[in-house]
């Protein structure tokens, strides 16, 4: 079965930090580009940052840019998302989603993704 496992999340207070990951099982990820991705209550799914597969280049979205960190781990086969000085209007569900890809493009749209995670909960509440 192939799928996207996201875990991580939690209840932070502002200025904290989390960690998440998106392990893959029953595919490998070295050649999928993977994004991060996080949908609020009440708001449209948004882009947060991408990775591409071939030469690790990033890109993250204005709002978390300068915060948020993107890395992949071949040999553990799992992405993540080093997230520090969270805000409140960071909380969400985050979802990461992987596409497979050997041009070494770095983001899609959300419907040109493969592979869905199921999504981790991030509340950033004092």
């Known amino acids: 079965q192939l799928q996207l496992v996201e875990s991580g999340g939690g209840l932070v207070q502002p200025g904290g930090s989390l960690r998440l990951s998106c392990a893959a099982s029953g595919f490998t990820l070295d050649y999928y580009a993977i994004g991060w991705f996080r949908q609020a209550p009440g708001k449209e799914r948004e882009g947060v940052s991408c990775i591409s597969s071939s030469d690790g280049s990033t890109y993250y979205a204005d709002s978390v840019k300068g915060r948020f960190t993107i890395s992949r781990d071949n040999a553990k086969n799992t992405v993540y998302l080093q997230m520090n000085s969270l805000k409140p209007e960071d909380t969400a569900v985050y979802y990461c989603?992987?596409?497979?890809?050997?041009?070494?493009?770095?983001?899609?749209?959300?419907?040109?993704?493969?592979?869905w995670g199921q999504g981790t909960q991030v509340t950033v509440s004092s």
């Open positions: 989603a992987a596409r497979f890809d050997r041009s070494g493009y770095v983001c899609y749209s959300g419907y040109e993704y493969d592979y």
